[in-house]
């Protein structure tokens, strides 16, 4: 939906930003100075975002479809960024919020002024991104080739050294004949071992008083003497009565369970004994283990793992030259296949940047910025240690290469005519810069992948026609995006399908922001009041006529819209029949 934070007059004159700077923070990165009145108490600006298919990068998972953006700022000025209640850095807090939520008008917060970003709104609209993932993967390999290499040829004499460290390690650990559950084995064992003399006067006190001997202590009768003789009365009761049979049958199986006792203890005891040798030979042993996980690691499963680590980094430098070649020839490799793929989505690039500079100057021609020229310029840097590409039609070069590919893009505008074509970061002004964002997700609303679309200050400069205009096109966004625009205009406020008024109050020492949600009546008064600042019998109307307005025209686009749908829906049916006529 199209929601609209209405500024007022007073708000204007005070330079107020009602988006706020705790959304701004969720966000971006905090500027001390800016956020000075959060810190008075703990702020926490969460954002709670539909999710579809992200993050796998930085190993988080959406729960329950939803993804939670927050970040906690403190009294003391520090700051915690998490996703979904898991603390991560800044900088991933950054790179998931910018393709979730796009903030325009503010140039801090501009992805239009970052450089970096405009590769991917190019790529976005040439559909150039499932290209661009296969690149990256491949580059990836390639990094972590060419890290393996640079490793490899360091100086032999570091090598010598490490070599002599790691042979020592794995000599260590070899020597002990380290085996898994070991530990377990010999501590049941010094266990035993340590209480010999009390288990064999256990075992004789149990077999005793079951088979009745001198082991007992005593010449008592025995357990199995008292079951027997129960055994030959119950045999004399199942004769009498047969119900009794199966419980005859139990007692003989517990007989016979109870001499498998007393044999097995019997057993058991006999394997005792006293071996101290035995004995300090296992502490000996369990001393040794635990000086080699102090070492190595927390468990033999971990001293073991890191024996086979030691052995593979040995055999790397044991066999420099010819692991220097095998990766220098997959170097080779990667290089030609990224080259080839990179070379591929500049070729696709140049081809969309022509048509995505008209399509921007035909849009900026509606939003009162007439006869602006807008291009894309599609750079590349030789590199000795880039990958080869030849571009259009050069003989092949190397150049530089990242996950994006070789091109290292950006937009250039004039806005004026007569004056030359310029970065965009170096002379749009804020207004521009929002109208510029607003051409670009016009353009780009299918492909656009961001939920969110936050404009401020869009309405710089602009007014009559030209605010009809950027409201039409603000609210065509909703068609794929949720929009939020922060304005003072009303031709924008009364497109907006929910309004919301922004105030500021002072309480004690402390400045807030309120935000309130307008019911019907309220967002007729509230555009009055932003159409000429008094409220009067005469700008009320006003400001109905401009809702209703705005509600027609809105309803004429979607009835345009389903008739372009079903006119296209009838072609194709008819085109299929046609083909299955044909067929016939």
């Known amino acids: 939906g199209f929601q609209s934070l209405a500024r007022t007059a007073e708000e204007e004159e005070e330079e107020a930003v009602p988006?706020?700077?705790?959304?701004?923070?969720?966000?971006?990165?905090?500027?001390?100075?800016?956020?000075?009145?959060?810190?008075?108490?703990?702020?926490?600006?969460?954002?709670?975002?539909?999710?579809?298919?992200?993050?796998?990068?930085?190993?988080?998972?959406?729960?329950?479809?939803?993804?939670?953006?927050?970040?906690?700022?403190?009294?003391?000025?520090?700051?915690?960024?998490?996703?979904?209640?898991?603390?991560?850095?800044?900088?991933?807090?950054?790179?998931?919020?910018?393709?979730?939520?796009?903030?325009?008008?503010?140039?801090?917060?501009?992805?239009?002024?970052?450089?970096?970003?405009?590769?991917?709104?190019?790529?976005?609209?040439?559909?150039?991104?499932?290209?661009?993932?296969?690149?990256?993967?491949?580059?990836?390999?390639?990094?972590?080739?060419?890290?393996?290499?640079?490793?490899?040829?360091?100086?032999?004499?570091?090598?010598?050294?490490?070599?002599?460290f790691l042979r020592f390690?794995?000599?260590?650990?070899?020597?002990?004949?380290?085996?898994?559950?070991?530990?377990?084995?010999l501590e049941r064992e010094r266990k035993v071992l340590s209480n010999a003399e009390r288990m064999r006067e256990l075992c004789a006190l149990v077999y005793g008083a079951i088979k009745g001997s001198d082991l007992a202590g005593d010449f008592t009768q025995s357990a199995l003497d008292l079951l027997r003789s129960a055994s030959r009365a119950l045999n004399e009761l199942a004769r009498l009565d047969k119900t009794l049979a199966e419980q005859e049958t139990n007692l003989e199986e517990a007989i016979y369970r109870l001499e498998d006792v007393a044999a097995a203890i019997s057993s058991y005891e006999a394997d005792i004994?006293?071996?101290?040798?035995?004995?300090?030979?296992?502490?000996?042993?369990?001393?040794?283990?635990?000086?080699?996980?102090?070492?190595?690691?927390?468990?033999?499963?971990?001293?073991?793992?890191?024996?086979?680590?030691?052995?593979?980094?040995?055999?790397?430098?044991?066999n420099r030259e010819e692991h220097i070649r095998r990766l220098e020839q997959e170097d080779r490799e990667l290089r030609r296949e990224i080259g080839r793929i990179a070379q591929e989505l500049s070729e696709r690039r140049r081809a969309a940047a022509a048509r995505l500079a008209s399509a921007m100057e035909e849009q900026l021609d509606d939003l009162?910025?007439?006869?602006?020229?807008?291009?894309?310029?599609?750079l590349q840097e030789?590199?000795?240690?880039?990958?080869?590409?030849?571009?259009?039609?050069?003989?092949?070069?190397?150049?530089?290469?990242?996950?994006?590919?070789?091109?290292?893009?950006?937009?250039?505008?004039?806005?004026?005519?007569?004056?030359?074509?310029?970065?965009?970061?170096?002379?749009?002004?804020?207004?521009?810069?929002?109208?510029?964002?607003?051409?670009?997700?016009?353009?780009?609303?299918?492909?656009d992948a961001t939920p969110t679309l936050i404009f401020d200050e869009i309405d710089s400069g602009i007014s009559g026609r030209?605010?009809?205009?950027?409201?039409?096109?603000?609210?065509?966004?909703?068609?794929?995006?949720?929009?939020?625009?922060?304005?003072?205009?009303?031709?924008?406020?009364?497109?907006?399908?929910?309004?919301?008024?922004?105030?500021?109050?002072?309480?004690?020492?402390?400045?807030?922001?309120?935000?309130?949600?307008?019911?019907p009546e309220q967002r007729v008064r509230e555009i009055a009041h932003i159409m000429g600042g008094n409220v009067s019998e005469f700008s009320l109307k006003s400001a109905e006529e401009l809702l209703a307005r705005s509600q027609l025209w809105k309803e004429n686009w979607l009835r345009q819209l389903e008739s372009q749908v079903s006119g296209q829906a009838e072609d194709q049916t008819a085109t299929r029949n046609a083909s299955q006529v044909q067929t016939r």
């Open 466 to 519: 030209s605010g009809q205009v950027v409201a039409e096109k603000l609210w065509m966004l909703t068609r794929n995006h949720q929009v939020i625009c922060v304005t003072h205009l009303p031709q924008i406020a009364a497109f907006a399908d929910l309004h919301f008024n922004v105030n500021k109050q002072v309480l004690g020492e402390r400045t807030i922001t309120i935000v309130n949600e307008l019911r």
């Open 19 to 164: 988006s706020g700077d705790t959304l701004y923070a969720a966000i971006e990165q905090a500027e001390s100075r800016r956020l000075e009145r959060l810190r008075t108490d703990l702020s926490s600006a969460d954002a709670r975002l539909a999710l579809a298919s992200l993050l796998q990068e930085y190993g988080l998972q959406p729960e329950d479809g939803t993804l939670i953006l927050s970040r906690d700022i403190f009294r003391s000025g520090r700051t915690v960024s998490r996703i979904n209640g898991r603390a991560v850095s800044q900088h991933v807090l950054q790179q998931v919020a910018s393709w979730l939520i796009d903030i325009h008008g503010q140039s801090e917060h501009l992805s239009l002024l970052r450089p970096e970003q405009h590769v991917n709104f190019l790529d976005r609209y040439a559909e150039l991104l499932p290209l661009r993932e296969q690149l990256a993967a491949r580059v990836s390999e390639w990094r972590m080739v060419r890290k393996n290499l640079q490793q490899l040829q360091q100086t032999e004499r570091d090598e010598s050294r490490r070599a002599e």
């Open 382 to 447: 030789p590199d000795p240690d880039g990958v080869p590409a030849s571009i259009n039609g050069q003989p092949e070069m190397l150049y530089a290469c990242d996950a994006t590919g070789i091109d290292r893009v950006q937009f250039l505008i004039a806005p004026n005519p007569g004056e030359p074509l310029k970065p965009l970061t170096k002379i749009a002004s804020g207004g521009e810069t929002s109208r510029l964002m607003l051409a670009l997700k016009t353009i780009l609303a299918r492909a």
């Open 169 to 185: 390690e794995i000599e260590e650990i070899e020597k002990a004949e380290l085996q898994p559950g070991e530990i377990e084995e």
């Open 368 to 378: 009162n910025m007439k006869r602006a020229r807008f291009a894309v310029e599609i």
């Open 273 to 318: 004994e006293d071996d101290p040798a035995r004995l300090a030979e296992i502490e000996e042993r369990l001393d040794l283990i635990a000086r080699l996980k102090r070492k190595y690691g927390a468990s033999i499963e971990e001293i073991l793992r890191r024996a086979e680590e030691d052995r593979q980094e040995l055999d790397r430098i044991v």
